[in-house]
């Protein structure tokens, strides 16, 4: 939800969106699997209770995309289970799902390189080739922090080339995030975090601790298992969703604003529905890019069997059990 006064209403087993008395939005409540409020947007006691029994999480996000926090029930703790989540932190699994994560996101940062370098007419493969130095050389690492050395600089590379391949209106020069300094970035930064509470809802709802994670360091209000998490998925569903938006002429220029001449770059609410709609789009999508299954899954049903798998691979304290989304 991105409209200012706006208020979210639990009525007739549905929920309805209105403003100043207009109905904007009414959907099922059985066909929601979560509510973004991005703005200055009420939510009745109604709603929340409602949706809190349900399991439906309710996320809090700035009109920027900096992510708050979000509403949760009380019914999907499994401690057992966090106990060993936390006592297999820094050990052999710990590397293990490392070499499985991060090789995933480099492979899948190569595919995406790949297409939009096939539709635009671009050569990147003095990129690739560095990248996939990088992807050998992981099997091999003895640390995470190796690893995600390695990580880094395939990150740099595949930025820059995909620096080579968006329209020159929206040229950037590598990641910026707080603020972000180009629209590029902006969309990036919002993409991510709802990323983050998509992937932070289904981590707790399978209960698993957001805080305990595997590959990124521990710091003070950082939720690691959602970081190591969205590695596999930063490729796939946001940049990918990002280069579409833009080469694809869907969003402009004008779709975005600095605030009081800031540094940073916004969505207008304009921008902001277009795109929420494609995000939205992209989720239901329908791949075959998880290797256990011989079944068509949407994007937004690929994330929970991920987590489902990591779950299990955590039950069972044996990293090969995860195996990460692989783009073809």
């Not at 009745?44 to 809090?60: A, D, F, H, N, P």
Request: glycine share 6%; charged share 30%; proline share 2%.
């Amino acid at each position: 939800m991105s409209e200012n006064g706006a208020s979210v209403h639990f009525e007739k087993n549905y929920i309805t969106v209105k403003l100043e008395q207009k109905v904007l939005t009414k959907v099922p409540i059985e066909n929601l699997e979560a509510v973004y409020i991005f703005s200055s947007v009420q939510v009745t006691s109604q709603t929340v209770i409602e949706c809190l029994k349900r399991g439906i999480y309710i996320s809090y996000l700035s009109k920027g995309g900096i992510y708050y926090g979000r509403l949760q029930s009380m019914g999907h703790v499994n401690v057992l289970r966090q106990r060993k989540q936390a006592m297999l932190a820094d050990t052999k699994f710990s590397l293990e799902l490392a070499k499985r994560i991060i090789s995933g996101k480099i492979h899948n940062q190569e595919i995406v390189l790949k297409r939009y370098a096939r539709s635009e007419n671009k050569d990147v493969e003095d990129i690739v080739s560095k990248m996939r130095q990088s992807f050998r050389k992981i099997e091999n690492c003895h640390t995470v922090a190796e690893i995600m050395g390695y990580e880094g600089n395939a990150a740099k590379l595949y930025f820059e080339g995909l620096g080579r391949m968006v329209e020159k209106e929206f040229a950037f020069k590598g990641r910026s995030k707080r603020p972000p300094k180009d629209e590029f970035n902006s969309m990036l930064s919002l993409g991510y975090s709802i990323l983050v509470s998509e992937l932070y809802g289904r981590l707790e709802n399978k209960g698993l601790n957001p805080y305990f994670g595997f590959i990124h360091s521990d710091r003070e209000n950082h939720a690691t298992l959602v970081s190591d998490m969205m590695e596999e998925w930063r490729a796939t569903l946001i940049d990918s969703t990002v280069m579409s938006l833009i080469n694809g002429h869907e969003i402009r220029k004008e779709h975005f604003r600095r605030d009081n001449g800031a540094d940073g770059y916004y969505l207008t609410k304009e921008g902001l529905g277009i795109y929420l709609k494609k995000y939205d789009n992209k989720m239901r999508t329908e791949v075959k890019y998880l290797d256990y299954i011989d079944y068509a899954a949407s994007f937004r049903t690929s994330l929970d069997l991920q987590i489902n798998r990591l779950a299990k691979a955590i039950e069972e304290e044996d990293a090969s059990i995860y195996h990460p989304i692989w783009l073809r």
